[in-house]
Nanobody
Framework: VQLQASGGGLVQAGGSLRLSCAISGGGASINWMGWYRQAPGKQRELVATITSGGSTNYAESVKERFTISSDNAKNAVVLQMESLIPEDTAVYYC???????????????WGQGTQVTVSS
């Protein structure tokens, strides 16, 4: 499974950005897709996930502002970010959980990360 993220950049507070992640080699064995972020000096944290059935989950800090979606073929996962605040500044990583590894899920694959910077 290979992931290629794009769409980061510099935006003023209150602005919007759209992150895209192209997925190849996943297919029907994808369990869920998601976005994580890591700010300087902080641990990587969950932003949003979407299951193969379309169920979504969001971090409390981004609810009502971010929307995760994917196409039916699971070739891409998109994160639409609205009303951005400086605290959203981080490197954003797309993630795919694939196949079966144990009872908790499959194997995790990661994109290369894309920088999002929100200026005040």
């Amino acid at each position: 499974v290979q992931l290629q993220a794009s769409g980061g950049g510099l935006v003023q507070a209150g602005g919007s950005l759209r992150l895209s992640c192209a997925i190849s080699g996943g297919g029907a064995s994808i369990n869920w897709m998601g976005w994580y972020r890591q700010a300087p000096g902080k641990q990587r944290e969950l932003v949003a996930t979407i299951t193969s059935g379309g169920s979504t989950n969001y971090a409390e800090s981004v609810k009502e502002r971010f929307t995760i979606s994917s196409d039916n073929a699971k070739n891409a996962v998109v994160l639409q970010m609205e009303s951005l605040i400086p605290e959203d500044t981080a490197v954003y990583y797309c993630n795919v959980n694939w196949g079966v590894r144990d009872s908790r899920g499959g194997y995790d694959y990661w994109g290369q990360g894309t920088q999002v910077t929100v200026s005040s």
